[in-house]
């Protein structure tokens, strides 16, 4: 009887303990930890189920990055708003013979749009967008929107109007994935067109001639043609000139005198003392009262043979 007793005691004890066992590797299998520094070492299914990013930002899922269209702007800052605003137009410069510097490009970047002129189909397209980005009026977007669809690509030189197209179909493109997103832009970096020089002008002469003729006493005004945005002084034939900004665009110098007649080259110079790339060149008359030999003037008498002087003519009484 004793005997009995210890066996079914041993077996009880052992189903309870596989019992426990059985409970603790249930427990183990589902249970799931809980709190900051909790980790789960068990289900290789809920590390493969976190991207990398995740995994290294340790930061709630913000959703989506906004990637809108356009180059990234200098430093590497993708295109959009915010931290990252869009591109606006960047300086043009102006040339000389282009319409005048107040007109629709120097407008356009400063953002005047109700003081752009003419009724040029991009140039219509481009104060909408002006008037869209300024305003938010949503009716303007619609106007740019239609007028840019409308227009053909620009030819390549006309560097301008080229640079206007992209604005326009950058932030356009921004806009109609992101109809409720305010557009911030910044000014856009560099220039639309290359800095150059191709000539010089008198202003009180032929405005198309690049080569003008200056008086040896120099006092005439001559302009700097092509384009620059700013512009310290000019190099002629290597003399420091002074000149004058009258506008956007529009760089006046006067001609110094001439240390002789002929030909005289331009430089233009920046701020930073570097001269921009290209030269022009006038050309100085000789000095007012110059006398240039006839050629019918007779010849001088030739000397004697002896080496005396010719004899003085005489006349009869």
Not at 91 to 96: E, F, H, I, Y
Not at 199 to 225: I, K, S
Request: glycine content about 10%; some cysteine.
């Amino acid at each position: 009887m004793g005997r009995r007793r210890s066996l079914l005691h041993g077996r009880s004890t052992a189903v309870v303990g596989l019992a426990a066992l059985a409970l603790a590797m249930v427990a183990g299998c589902v249970a799931t930890p809980t709190g900051p520094g909790a980790q789960t070492t068990n289900s290789p299914s809920s590390a493969a189920a976190q991207s990398p990013s995740s995994i290294a930002a340790g930061t709630p899922d913000a959703g989506p990055a906004i990637n809108p269209p356009g180059p990234p702007e200098p430093g590497g800052a993708a295109a959009g708003t915010g931290a990252n605003p869009l591109a606006w137009v960047p300086p043009g410069p102006a040339d000389p013979l282009d319409p005048p510097p107040n007109g629709w490009y120097a407008r356009l970047v400063a953002k005047e749009c109700d003081q752009m002129p003419g009724s040029d189909p991009l140039v219509t397209a481009a104060h909408d967008l002006c008037t869209a980005v300024t305003t938010g009026e949503p009716s303007a977007w619609a106007r740019a929107d239609a007028g840019y669809r409308a227009l053909p690509q620009p030819a390549p030189p006309d560097c301008l109007e080229a640079a206007t197209y992209r604005v326009l179909a950058s932030l356009l493109t921004y806009h109609a994935a992101h109809p409720g997103a305010p557009v911030e832009t910044v000014p856009g970096a560099g220039t639309a067109c290359p800095i150059l020089l191709a000539g010089v002008t008198d202003q009180d002469g032929d405005a198309t001639d690049f080569h003008p003729h200056v008086p040896a006493e120099g006092g005439t005004v001559l302009r700097l043609m092509g384009r620059f945005t700013e512009v310290a002084a000019v190099l002629v034939n290597g003399q420091r000139v002074s000149v004058s900004k009258l506008s956007e665009n529009h760089f006046d110098f006067t001609a110094p005198p001439a240390l002789q007649p002929g030909p005289a080259t331009v430089q233009a110079v920046g701020p930073d003392g570097s001269t921009f790339p290209g030269s022009a060149e006038f050309t100085y008359d000789p000095p007012t009262g110059t006398v240039t030999p006839s050629a019918t003037q007779p010849p001088s008498p030739a000397p004697s043979s002896t080496g005396a002087p010719p004899a003085a003519e005489t006349t009869s009484p």
